[in-house]
């Protein structure tokens, strides 16, 4: 398959990018090899005839205009959307990363709001899928030394896994975190 994925070069976007490498003709778009998903259009334009798109970059709203731009072109197509969210999508979780969780809420709400109307008009053959991950040790959050971060890794074969199902099962969400009772503070 060939795989197109945003923010490639750190992070969660590396671990993915590497283990989907694995076994995948994976392209990465990132400032470090020109492109900028403020400039949602040129990435578009140069991956939309890829099987799965993985929404992994996030700055201002280029994250929503992504999945806009591939769910208009897509959700009639046997193709995946996988994006990469985040867990200050629940507001219980009183992150304070201000426009970033503003942001990875849209993202969350639109994506829910397309796929599930096109579910109940039964018109949807592109697969969506959200990865809503907790806190994670990328170079965003690693100031903070009071959680217990998770390997990137392990969001990385969550994608693996996700993508891996046949074309007929969507995950749409898959919340992942430390377990509270066991993840020790730093």
């Known amino acids: 398959m060939k795989i197109a994925i945003t923010g490639h070069t750190k992070g969660i976007g590396l671990a993915i990018y590497d283990l989907l490498g694995q076994e995948h003709d994976v392209i990465g778009y990132s400032r470090s090899n020109g492109y900028n998903i403020n400039d949602p259009e040129k990435i ?8 799965i798109f993985i929404n992994n970059a996030q700055s201002k709203d280029g994250q929503l205009k992504l999945f806009n731009l591939f769910w208009q072109d897509w ?8 994006n990469i969210g985040s867990s200050s999508y629940y507001p219980e979780t009183k992150s304070k990363f201000g426009s ?8 969350h709400n639109r994506v829910k709001q397309a796929c599930l109307t096109a579910m109940n008009n039964g018109n949807q053959k592109c697969r969506v899928t959200n990865i809503i991950a907790g806190w994670t040790d990328t170079d965003m959050i690693k100031m ?3 959680f217990k971060k998770m390997d990137p890794k392990i969001v990385a074969n969550n994608v693996k896994y996700c993508i891996d199902q046949p074309q007929d099962i969507q ?4 919340a992942i975190w430390h377990h509270p009772m066991k993840a020790n503070l730093k």
């Open 171 to 174: 995950i749409f969400e898959l």
């Open 75 to 82: 959700r009639y197509k046997e193709k995946t959307i996988v």
């Open 44 to 51: 578009f334009e140069e991956a939309k005839d890829f099987d």
């Open 144 to 146: 903070l030394r009071i």
């Open 100 to 107: 970033y969780v503003i942001n990875k809420q849209e993202l």
